[in-house]
């Protein structure tokens, strides 16, 4: 059976172009499906490398999206951090006759004050450089500007306890202006540590609030 069907593709030149003419209509078919199913394959594979491409750019900006929203959120802290420095300095009166009933105002003395003042204003000023946020930024600067302003007014009143001749004569010579400025001073620092107290407990709540 081998032998007729090797002489019949050989043998007849009709039934050899026939069997040769099929061969390479199959190893043709091969060839054609070959690329065709590379090029699927090929496609199949750029469509996934775009979609990884996309969901990773996608992540990277939520990162940093995130890290930048935690950079002005650990920028307010520090800035609060240094605010409350003063805070623990001053003495907040939750009325004026507890402020009359006591007279202090503050639990250190006033070079301690300034000098801690410079420092603290120092630090902050730069810390608000670099934040963003309008409404954050504003409540520190003005807890800031608010110790700043009540230092103003402490110092008017500041007496280092030196005795001498010319602060004698300056007790007796006071003018009523003076006197005014003496008795009204201590609760204007008052109620600048008051509204320094209230920004920083603002600003706290606000920071708070800012996503991590």
């Not at 190893?27 to 750029?46: D, E, G, V």
Request: overall charge positive; hydrophobic content about 40%.
């Amino acid at each position: 059976m081998i032998l007729r069907v090797y002489k019949s593709c050989n043998g007849n030149n009709l039934a050899s172009t026939t069997c040769v003419s099929g061969w390479l209509y199959l190893s043709q078919k091969r060839m054609y499906r070959t690329p065709l199913a590379l090029l699927i394959l090929l496609f199949l594979c750029a469509v996934a490398h775009g979609q990884s491409l996309a969901r990773l750019e996608l992540s990277t900006l939520n990162f940093a999206s995130k890290s930048e929203s935690a950079k002005q959120q650990d920028a307010a802290l520090r800035a609060i951090a240094s605010l409350k420095r003063l805070h623990a300095n001053t003495i907040v009166y939750r009325s004026l006759g507890d402020f009359e009933e006591n007279g202090k105002l503050a639990r250190v003395s006033f070079d301690t004050f300034k000098s801690d003042l410079d420092e603290v204003s120092a630090e902050v000023e730069v810390i608000l450089v670099s934040m963003s946020n309008p409404q954050l930024k504003n409540q520190i600067r003005n807890a800031l500007a608010s110790y700043q302003d009540g230092a103003y007014w402490w110092q008017k009143v500041y007496q280092p306890r030196v005795i001498n001749v010319s602060s004698l004569t300056g007790e007796t010579n006071r003018t009523s202006a003076d006197a005014f400025l003496m008795t009204s001073a201590p609760y204007t620092v008052a109620i600048h540590w008051r509204q320094a107290s209230t920004y920083l407990q603002r600003a706290e709540r606000q920071v708070a609030t800012l996503p991590r």
